[in-house]
């Protein structure tokens, strides 16, 4: 088996009323980091999964009517805290970085991606067909900012669904077919519908045992815990309230027959990098 190293980084964060991301919890204002997962493939090199906020998310932000995305989940985003001035204080040059996986096109998780030119991307061609559907209002009001992704229009990204459907292993049955990035078994996009249109999750090894990068599936580790989604106005207003849950569901059934297998959301504050040990 092909294994992977991997690391979070935190992109920036945004605050918003922690009830908002899971039923009957405190209204206090909470911290979400924008977490992003750098993977080491031993031959495919560097990859990331999602890219968080950058100073491309506060430029196309800065005017209205995008400008109202800030003032409904306010972002911080620190000097030198975007992903590509992280990875450079690491000694990672953000032109060595291979792939980037976009787990779906919400602004907090394609925001770095233009740090990232040479690097070729994966992303579902469901999520880009829902997004060229939309108008700019429409897409803005589900989070979404089309105008990070223009260059798309003239090249597409490698779309998940061309690659093979491929059985994910024995506890993930339960979310149907996934797709094999390299071909190779080492990285699985795997869907987690209901959140936003074509969202998937990535499951690898790192040889401690395996690693689900659940996205936007859920805010919280928490929330996988208790199976507690977020209040039904949030999931109908970015997605489907139904298909939510019923994900959420599946990750809670995960969480309870396979603990072995690490589940990371990709805003969980239990998984930021300074509060692990
Ligand atoms: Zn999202």
Redesign the pocket.
């Known amino acids: 088996m092909v294994r992977l190293d991997w690391r979070l980084y935190e992109a920036g964060y945004c605050t918003h009323p922690e009830r908002a991301t899971r039923q009957g919890a405190p209204t206090r204002t909470c911290e979400f980091p924008a977490l992003v997962a750098l993977l080491r493939h031993p031959t495919h090199g560097w990859i990331l999964f999602d890219t968080g906020y950058s100073e491309h998310f506060l430029h196309a932000t800065a005017a209205f009517p995008e400008r109202l995305y800030r003032m409904v989940t306010p972002v911080h985003l620190g000097p030198q805290a975007s992903l590509a001035a992280q990875l450079r204080s690491d000694g990672v040059d953000p032109g060595q970085i291979a792939w980037v996986v976009v787990s779906?096109l919400?602004g907090?998780?394609i925001g770095g991606l233009a740090d990232f030119p040479q690097a070729r991307v994966a992303c579902s061609r469901e999520a880009w067909d829902d997004l060229q559907a939309r108008s700019r209002l429409g897409a803005l009001r589900i989070?979404l900012l089309p105008a990070l992704l223009e260059q798309w229009k003239h090249a597409p990204p490698h779309w998940f669904e061309d690659r093979a459907p491929v059985p994910l292993p024995a506890p993930l049955a339960a979310f149907g077919a996934g797709r094999d990035l390299f071909g190779d078994g080492s990285l699985l996009l795997v869907p987690l519908p209901g959140?936003?249109a074509g969202?998937y999750g990535a499951l690898f090894d790192d040889g401690q045992g395996p690693v689900f990068l659940v996205?936007?599936a859920s805010w919280s580790s928490q929330a996988i815990r208790d199976n507690t989604p977020p209040p039904a106005l949030v999931t109908a207003w970015?997605g489907s309230t139904g298909v939510y849950r019923h994900t959420l569901a599946q990750l809670h059934a995960l969480h309870l027959a396979a603990p072995q297998v690490r589940l990371v959301p990709s805003h969980c504050p239990e998984w930021r990098p300074q509060a692990q040990p």
């Open positions: 779906h919400h907090d998780h989070g959140h936003a969202h996205a936007d970015l």
